[in-house]
T-cell receptor
Framework: GNSVTQMEGPVTLSEEAFLTINCTYTATGYPSLFWYVQYPGEGLQLLLK?????DKGSNKGFEATYRKETTSFHLEKGSVQVSDSAVYFCALRETGNTPLVFGKGTRLSVIA | EADIYQTPRYLVIGTGKKITLECSQT?????MYWYQQDPGMELHLIHY???????EKGDLSSESTVSRIRTEHFPLTLESARPSHTSQYLC?????????????FGQGTRLTVV
């Protein structure tokens, strides 16, 4: 079946540090890939997405590239801020008619 | 801004009580989902619906039930709450027919059963 494996946390970084959260997936077809973010006490918000190989999703300084050859969708940000402290989820959807499949989440804490 | 709402945001209830968690969306989405989020953050799909009068069980077995009588409404019911039901419950909706593949989430209901 489909699955998502993401880097285990927690991750603690100093402000302005470089962030990478690894995500790899297993899927039988060509899924769409997503990163969601969950701030404390809130639901999930879509951070970025990519729907086909070599697409790059980007938003708020975060980026991730859909790499079919390595089945990966790693999240990166060049300079994190305290306000980026949250839980990040990688997810995939095989087709529009199937529910999202999530990774286990990675908690990021950014300290000033 | 996603238009999907969950009520209540927080609920503390005694063992054995019947509860209904409400989820409504104003986007006209056919597909709706309920996820249970454990304290370790992991999300588990417990129910989903592809449209009115359609409901399916998710990957995680749950004692809760759902109904989908109207497109915009997807309530989740626990007939007899137990402490093991203490969790965060997240509702989501999507409309792949519009070309968007992502799901939109509500703010969640944090349920505590004492």
């Amino acid at each position: 079946g489909n699955s998502v494996t993401q880097m285990e946390g927690p991750v603690t970084l100093s402000e302005e540090a470089f962030l990478t959260i690894n995500c790899t997936y297993t899927a039988t077809g060509y899924p769409s890939l997503f990163w969601y973010v969950q701030y404390p006490g809130e639901g999930l918000q879509l951070l970025l997405k990519a729907t086909k190989a070599d697409d790059k999703g980007s938003n708020k300084g975060f980026e991730a590239t859909y790499r079919k050859e390595t089945t990966s969708f790693h999240l990166e940000k060049g300079s994190v801020q305290v306000s980026d402290s949250a839980v990040y989820f990688c997810a995939l959807r095989e087709t529009g008619n199937t529910p999202l499949v999530f990774g286990k989440g990675t908690r990021l804490s950014v300290i000033a | 801004e996603a238009d999907i709402y969950q009520t209540p945001r927080y609920l503390v209830i005694g063992t054995g009580k019947k509860i209904t968690l409400e989820c409504s969306q104003t986007m006209g989405h056919d597909k709706m989902y309920w996820y249970q989020q454990d304290p370790g953050m992991e999300l588990h799909l417990i129910h989903y619906s592809y449209g009115v009068n359609s409901t399916e069980k998710g990957d995680l077995s749950s004692e809760s039930t759902v109904s989908r009588i109207r497109t915009e409404h997807f309530p989740l019911t626990l007939e007899s709450a137990r402490p093991s039901h203490t969790s965060q419950y997240l509702c989501a909706s999507s409309d792949p027919g519009s070309g968007d593949t992502e799901a939109f989430f509500g703010q969640g209901t944090r349920l505590t059963v004492v």
